[in-house]
């Protein structure tokens, strides 16, 4: 199993980012995907989830309506659409699976929203 994530970068408030992540090594089709975020001191906390054919989608009271998790099944594709990005917002992101009971990680993209 790969996750290699991207498109993170310096964004001002207000601003918005669409992050990527790109899946091998399974069956992509068959398998929820979620963005976590983890930020400075703090642990690992759910962001989004989208369920395998991307008809369920569930998200963090902190984003819910400003982010919006989507996927692509044909190109193995997970993103996520940030919109009204406050500082509060700023970590490093990562896309996660739960494949065979077992949690797979990207290497993370990191977020900053400053002025």
């Known amino acids: 199993v790969q996750l290699v994530e991207s498109g993170g970068g310096l964004v001002q408030p207000g601003g918005s980012l669409r992050l990527s992540c790109a899946a091998s090594?399974?069956?992509?089709?068959?398998?929820?995907m979620s963005w976590y975020r983890q930020a400075p001191g703090k642990g690992r906390a759910l962001v989004a989830r989208?369920?395998?054919?991307?008809?369920?989608?569930n998200y963090g009271e902190s984003v819910e309506g400003r982010f919006t998790i989507s996927r692509d099944n044909d190109k193995n594709m997970v993103y996520l659409q940030m919109n009204s990005l406050k500082p509060e917002d700023t970590a490093v992101y990562y896309c996660?699976?739960?494949?065979?009971?077992?949690?797979?990680w990207g290497q993370g993209t990191q977020v900053t929203v400053s002025s």
């Open positions: 090594g399974f069956t992509f089709s068959s398998y929820a």
């Open positions: 996660n699976v739960e494949y065979w009971r077992r949690n797979y």
């Open positions: 989208i369920s395998s054919a991307g008809g369920s989608r």
